[in-house]
């Protein structure tokens, strides 16, 4: 099944336009996640609006938009309202500037999307405006209203498509000075600067994000089937915190004594870690209960009572096998 499109509508340059669709490119969905449950039963608890002052459950009909202009005094927003200061970028992402990437601080980028067309009639005009960006180190800015707020959107060539990147605006940015003023001005010595500068260069490699593992995801997932299976949890002993650093340069020395011996114990260990990185980023996260792996075909998800029933059941084995 085609994605579904966050947003749609038009792209334009100047008098070309073109009608586009937006894709959010990341995705939460691969995640484990929880629901609140009562304990008692097993069965899901739902979460019900009361209103502050009376206490009284609220009907989603009965659900409306307020903002605050005193203590608990609020002007009530009609959604027809909203929908009648619509501006121009509702529907239209159009450029307004080209910049230099290298110009973008890093602080104002927020969210990315796949721009596509969205009909085989404005595919041309959709061409010519992610060639005319190609290999000028250029980014377009636009504006768009997303979730009704108007966002500046960052647009660049992307293989076949166009990247777009929500961009934040300047209040939404905190000034590093609240955080850094406080630190001291240090000047290393050489030295040192050189041994930390060789341990860096033993740890440089290429950027891999098929490479990225989510230990504490492959955790949760173990500790899911062995829940699922009835089996008690082992805990894990909790990690120390590092020591602090009485000697610096003996630090650094010991580091890289640490690299050189690294290779010759952990290059099998290496191997072996590649195939399970590679294993993990083609598994897909689960419902329970877990097996693990594309190969294993999912199976249905029991109820909460019959989930109590297969723990107890599981529970009351081990019990006579223990006997």
Not at 8 to 13: Q, V
Request: positive net charge; contains cysteine; hydrophobic residues 35%.
């Amino acid at each position: 099944m085609a994605p579904r499109p966050y947003w749609k509508g038009y792209l334009k340059l100047s008098l070309v336009s073109c009608p586009i669709a937006l894709f959010p490119v990341a995705s939460s969905t691969e995640r484990v996640s929880f629901r609140q449950i009562n304990k008692l039963t097993g069965n899901r608890l739902r979460q019900q609006l009361v209103d502050e002052v009376t206490r009284e459950p609220v009907e989603s009909q009965d659900k409306g938009k307020g903002y605050e202009i005193a203590k608990d005094t609020y002007v009530q927003i009609e959604d027809e309202e909203l929908e009648a200061i619509e501006i121009e970028s509702s529907h239209t992402v159009e450029i307004d500037s080209f910049v230099p990437r290298v110009q973008i601080d890093e602080r104002y980028i927020d969210n990315p999307y796949y721009i596509a067309p969205n009909d085989t009639v404005g595919q041309d005009a959709y061409a010519v405006i992610r060639d005319a960006m190609k290999g000028k180190e250029m980014v377009a800015l636009g504006r768009v209203v997303l979730n009704k707020r108007e966002r500046v959107m960052m647009l660049m060539p992307w293989g076949k498509g166009i990247l777009g990147t929500s961009l934040r605006y300047p209040y939404e940015v905190r000034d590093e000075g609240a955080y850094f003023d406080d630190i001291e001005d240090v000047n290393t010595p050489p030295d040192m600067l050189k041994l930390a500068e060789h341990i860096l260069d033993s740890k440089a490699a290429n950027f891999e994000p098929s490479k990225f593992v989510d230990q504490y995801e492959t955790a949760l997932v173990e500790m899911l089937k062995s829940k699922s299976a009835g089996e008690a949890v082992k805990s894990r002993p909790s990690a120390k915190a590092p020591s602090n650093v009485v000697n610096l340069m003996d630090a650094l020395r010991k580091s890289i004594d640490a690299e050189k011996k690294a290779p010759a114990k952990t290059a099998g260990a290496k191997k072996v870690s590649a195939a399970k990185q590679e294993q993990m980023r083609k598994q897909p996260q689960f419902k329970l209960p877990i097996k693990g792996g594309r190969e294993v075909e999912a199976e249905a998800v029991p109820t909460s009572k019959a989930k109590i029933a297969v723990t107890k059941s599981a529970k009351g084995a081990a019990k006579r096998k223990s006997a």
